[in-house]
């Protein structure tokens, strides 16, 4: 029965471990500081607001590009 | 009454007929209606349904040059360059109120070209901006931002904030690593103590302990860190502190533990390891968030601070920065602006608004050489005035500098918090050690030691004992769990405490200092007489029309109590208004038969100048209204005070406290308050410097002093206090440098503040008396070997249940 407990306790403490590792990744990138937005996150999960991330992270790569180029370049 | 409707875009509810129409649309001003339609056209109207019910403020009217957002020196100020050749800016934006808002301000902005982040915290307001400087300017992100009807200013993040968010989500990860260790631990702890009682192999049990050693061993020495650096300074600075009774503890109970799981038999204390960080640090984190919101009060403050001045020289205007204005400049204030440096008045009449300095309730007028103090606002015209001192030395920013010392000052209350505590500590851990050296030299053979172990290890063993036995239950519970209860009771009545320790402080106050104006008055004039000689309603139709054209809050005054006396006024359309500077309003009026009629409202100089003789003997405000030079009404208007003073100021006085009234008044404006009260203690006519002197010297005098205030002119003050306490509806600032927060600002709720400290206070002693009689039945007993594992896990649980059933008793009396 010891086998069992061992694995549970193994691949219990892997998993938690794991979410706790995402967890104070998304701390540390900020995702936490501000607990009200936090809290209201709920009410902007539309089509239209995921779309909105989307374009936000694209139009962040693309602007980075030109000046990436630019300092090749020089 | 008439019909309300509520505004299309800001969701206020006004009269009908006030609104402005449009089709089936209502709004309640031009800002309105233009935000409005802007939303509709840019496709943003999904803000309506993001907004809900909720309603927000009316767009902020403010002044549309943005170009010194693009100036070198703002730059220099402000404005970061990235490594990416980016621009950052931070800023906080006025007007926010709701998630709707957040969003909307993020997505115009991300919806200009070249903003490349846009990041609004909801909480404290402020925002971090890049942008591609070659596509867009700052100036032009800014408009957008006050298009929509709000308003940004910009704050200098590296000097606290950067730290304080740090310091935050440090804090904050820490917590949540404890927080789920602790968790899991008492999972595995069930099925251990389950096994007391019904049996459970030594197999099994060590799996179960390798178990909490893998989830202890984080929470130990990465979320505990902070205890070991606070022993370690503690004991660098000389002082033995609750940091090194909860490391020492920690470690000891974890050492022990380790030696149960490599070799030893015998119980493990893992979870009391996990359990005594965790419960600590969730009150660390709080003070935490409490000094964050300080900083961010602080940074609102300063970002309001005006950036530049307008200064005279050779009879040219020049716009110069705060830093370069030198005594004896003619600086330009035009009406609505703070004055940023003291100085002399160069014109004949001003008024000002020194409330956020002295506490003063009237506007103050001021005559030609009077002084000018930095931080009032101009309410008139424009004015000149002749600087007395350059920025740095001004009222203004000493008061600023001195929020700062106090803000970084302020943990120094805890070294003399918690007397007893500390004699614990260093008491339990030299007994600890003597137990040791005891055991080890003399070779006890008594209790229930294991007798196969080796000397060196029955003392080890020993000594932890005694440690373990005394740390978790004795005092780390008996205070803060009968704080809770205290706190969640006093929160119930309105009163916010932003640490527990100040429980202790207020009850042990020797004096208590008010402030007068906004917390034993309710800061605002009321008329208090009215003497209407001819109540003809034609002629108070008049005097209505006539108020309404002027937003001095006497008038303002005598309107509301117009209003709640007197049904079915109505406007009448006035002619050639007209304001007399720091005397009042003057029209003419013409009825249906082409009548003419001279209106004068205002004060006695009015009525002089406009040769009608008229004497008034009031210690009050006054406000006089002729028709045609005939007295048709007086009213005397007074700051009220607030109901529940009295009471207020007998309890304290009865009590064993004594209650000083400090005021930035005039002498007999407190001396008539302070008989009305019967306050015998009073000081008037200070400033706000001189009141957080005061507070010093009483301090400096050994006396325990709690101050209650609101204003901006408190904030020095209360942040010298043993304890302040801020009226909710008070200046942000004075909220932010306060330890308790009165909600409902009523007195009545101040004097429950003192009752349930007191109370809480007598119930923490008795908690401590509890845990002292168990420590002296107990730690003779492990000093001596009598404590088995379990007798000692047994016996720890029951002294937190007899302290915590203790303190429930706070809630149930009375």
Redesign the interface.
């Given at each position: 029965m010891n086998d069992v407990l061992t694995m549970m306790l193994i691949v219990g403490l892997f998993i938690s471990f794991a979410i706790l590792g995402i967890f104070i990744w998304g701390a540390k990138g900020g995702q936490f500081d501000d607990t009200k937005k936090m809290m209201d996150g709920l009410l902007f999960d539309s089509q239209e607001d995921l779309n909105d991330a989307i374009n936000r992270e694209k139009k962040l790569k693309e602007s980075m590009k030109p000046k990436e180029e630019k300092s090749k370049k020089e | 009454m008439s019909e309300t409707i509520k505004c299309n875009h800001c969701h206020g509810t006004f009269a009908k007929e006030v609104m402005i129409k449009e089709d089936n649309l209502y709004f309640c001003c031009n800002g309105c209606q233009g935000v409005y339609h802007l939303l509709k056209e840019d496709g943003l109207d999904?803000f309506y349904d993001?907004l809900g019910n909720k309603s927000i403020e009316p767009p902020i009217n403010c002044d549309k040059d943005t170009t010194k957002f693009d100036l070198a020196s703002f730059e220099k100020r402000f404005v970061q360059t990235l490594d990416?050749?980016?621009k950052k800016v931070d800023l906080i934006i006025e007007g926010i109120h709701?998630?709707?808002c957040?969003?909307l301000n993020e997505?115009i902005l991300?919806d200009t070209a070249g903003v490349?982040?846009a990041n609004?915290?909801?909480?404290?307001n402020k925002a971090k901006i890049v942008w591609?400087d070659s596509l867009v300017k700052l100036s032009h992100i800014i408009e957008k931002i006050r298009s929509i009807g709000y308003n940004a200013y910009a704050y200098d993040a590296k000097i606290a904030d950067e730290k304080a968010?740090k310091a935050?989500?440090d804090y904050?990860?820490k917590m949540?690593?404890a927080v789920?260790a602790t968790l899991?631990i008492m999972m595995l702890s069930v099925a251990k103590y389950t096994g007391f009682f019904t049996g459970i192999d030594e197999?099994?049990k060590h799996?179960i302990h390798?178990?909490e050693f893998?989830?202890t061993t984080p929470v130990l020495f990465f979320s505990g860190w902070i205890f070991f650096k606070g022993a370690y300074f503690g004991l660098k600075n000389k002082i033995v502190n609750m940091d090194l009774l909860v490391s020492s503890g920690a470690t000891s109970s974890y050492i022990y533990s380790l030696y149960v799981l490599f070799g030893g038999k015998g119980e493990s204390y893992f979870d009391s390891v996990t359990m005594i960080i965790t419960f600590v640090l969730v009150g660390k984190y709080l003070e935490v968030i409490g000094k964050k919101n300080a900083v961010d009060t602080l940074d609102k403050i300063k970002s309001q601070l005006p950036l530049e001045a307008v200064i005279i020289e050779n009879k040219q205007k020049k716009v110069v920065a705060l830093d370069e204005i030198n005594v004896g400049d003619i600086v330009e204030l035009r009406p609505g602006e703070k004055a940023c440096v003291d100085g002399e008045l160069q014109e004949d009449k001003a008024t000002f608004d020194e409330s956020s300095m002295s506490g003063e309730s009237h506007y103050i007028y001021k005559n030609r050489g009077d002084k000018i103090f930095s931080g009032t606002i101009n309410i008139d015209s424009l004015i000149h005035y002749k600087a007395t001192t350059n920025f740095a030395n001004s009222t203004l920013n000493s008061i600023v500098t001195l929020l700062e010392d106090s803000l970084s000052s302020k943990p120094q209350i805890e070294y003399t918090a918690n007397q007893l505590s500390r004699k614990f500590s260093s008491t339990i851990l030299i007994l600890s050690f003597m137990t040791f050296l005891a055991w080890y030299f003399f070779g006890f053979k008594m209790g229930f030691i294991n007798e196969s172990a080796n000397t060196f290890e029955q003392a080890f063993i020993v000594a932890i004992s005694v440690i373990v036995i005394a740390c978790p239950c004795a005092l780390a519970l008996a205070t803060p769990i009968a704080s809770l209860v205290g706190i969640s009771l006093l929160a119930s009545k309105g009163l916010l405490f932003k640490e527990a320790k100040f429980i202790e402080t207020i009850a042990k106050a020797t004096k208590v200092v008010v402030d007068k104006t906004g917390t034993l008055t309710h800061g605002e004039l009321k008329v208090v007489h009215a003497n209407i000689v001819d109540d003809n309603i034609h002629k108070l139709n008049l005097l209505y029309s006539l108020l309404e054209s002027s937003t001095h809050p006497i008038s303002v005054s005598v309107k509301n109590y117009l209003l709640e006396h007197y049904s079915h006024l109505e406007h009448k359309t006035l002619l050639d208004v007209k304001n007399i500077q720091a005397k009042g309003v003057v029209a003419r009026y013409k009825n249906v038969e082409n009548k003419e009629y001279t209106l004068l409202g205002g004060n006695e100089e009015l009525l002089k100048e406009f040769n009608v003789s008229y004497t008034f003997n009031a210690n009050n405000s006054v406000y006089l209204f002729a028709i045609n030079e005939n007295i048709v009404a007086t009213f005397e208007l007074e700051d009220e005070i607030k109901n529940d003073a009295k009471e207020f100021v007998s309890y304290i006085q009865n009590s064993g406290m004594q209650l000083i009234m400090l005021t930035g008044d005039n002498e007999k404006v407190a001396q008539k308050i302070a008989t009305q009260l019967g306050i015998t203690q009073f000081v008037c006519g200070i400033d706000p410097i001189q009141k957080a002197q005061y507070i010093k010297t009483l301090k400096s005098q050994g006396e325990i002093v709690v101050m209650a205030g609101d204003g901006v002119n408190d904030a020095v003050a209360l942040s010298n206090s043993d304890v302040s306490i801020a009226m909710g509806n008070g200046a942000d600032i004075s909220i932010s440098v306060s330890d308790v927060v009165l909600l409902n600002n009523s007195l009545k709720s101040l004097k429950e503040a003192f009752v349930i400290s007191k109370r809480t206070y007598k119930f923490i002693k008795q908690n401590l008396g509890i845990s002292l009689v168990y420590n002296v039945i107990t730690i003779p007993l492990a000093m001596m070997g009598f404590v088995i594992p379990l007798v000692a896990a047994l016996s720890m649980s029951l002294s937190s249940l007899l302290v915590v059933a203790n303190s429930m008793r706070i809630k149930n009396e009375k």
């Open positions: - | 999904s993001k990416n050749g980016f709701c998630a709707a957040v969003w997505k991300y490349i982040e609004i915290n909801f909480t404290n591609d968010t935050q989500r904050f990860i949540m690593v789920f899991n197999q099994t799996l390798i178990g893998i989830l």
